[in-house]
């Protein structure tokens, strides 16, 4: 296949619009290569099809979500009572297929779930010996909003940062974070904005790190789940989620030493609820305010050490969440 020069890949843009049932926009992987990456579109009813291009020669469009677990509605089970969450999934990673949908892409407040992707884009623009420094945003305000205590002027590592979103849910950790890695929440929010549409998650717009309550800051099941299946790519960040606590020594504005230690908020990995037989909870993210209700991601392994995302958001209570989550779980098994 000859190189196109910039005329015929301008008449070749203009038959894909005429032709597709979408527009998107084709990224060519190189010069005399046959293959298109198309990005996902989650309002778009194709998901793959086959490209002639000027010389009458075939390349192949290859789908987005070709090595993703897709859902368009609801998928139910007779042994899962979901009655008290909003929405919920299940997703097996290594065969790409979802055993169970409840609103899928319905949007609904994250809560705390909102840290995944806070963790994801630090790891990915950060490294782990980044010094940060606290300003005065980290002293949250809200009314029962989980912190860890840091104060202005306090001076830690990403990756300590890091374990204390993620073991902790600490917000003023989320804070600080954003503005080390964006220089601002805002900027960081936009950074979030721009992963997720890299990933698919289209239904997804975030404003903050923390995921605090605000109309404008949402996301959908499958979302979090494109999310997580990112996230969950990362070494340190699946280190950090498997932890039951962690203790670190920081410094304050005038370089004394500050020692913390922190619990994981995840019931599986505290031990305080059980997984079905044969199933190993791996971590995840909690997430927890009165809007969004009660939210619980996880990755989980079955016998086999296969992978499996699991979600429930906007469950009544504490309870139910997890009494919900096992009965979820147990899904993997049937």
Known sequence: MKCTNKKEKTGFAKRIVSVALFSVLLLLTGCGQSRFDIPYSIDSEVSSFRVINLEEERGTAVPFASGLCVVNSNIESGDVDMAAASGAGLFDIKNCSTLYAKNPHEKLYPASLTKVMTALVA?????????????????????????????????????????????????????????????????????????????????????????????????????????????????SFNDIIHMDSYTTVYTDKNGASKEITVNNTNRYIQGTAQAPSGITVMGGKTGTTNAAGHCLILLSRDSSSNPYISIIMRAESGELLYSQMTDLLEEINN
Do not use: R, W
């Not at 003023?172 to 721009?194: C, P, T």
């Not at 800051?217 to 999310?227: E, G, K, P, S």
């Open 123 to 235: 790891i990915k623009n950060g490294s782990n010996d980044m010094l940060l420094t606290a300003s005065a945003n980290v002293k949250i305000q809200e009314s029962g909003a989980q912190v860890c205590g840091i104060k202005e002027g306090d001076q830690m590592t990403l990756d300590q940062a890091l374990h204390l979103l993620l073991i902790n849910s600490a917000n003023d950790a989320a804070v600080l974070i954003a503005e080390g890695i964006a220089g601002s929440v805002e900027a960081f929010a936009d950074m979030m904005n721009e992963e997720a549409l890299l990933l698919g998650a289209t239904n997804t717009h975030f404003v903050n790190p923390h995921g605090l309550p605000d109309d404008n800051h949402y996301t959908t099941v499958y979302d979090m789940y494109l999310i997580m299946n990112e996230a969950i790519n990362y070494t």
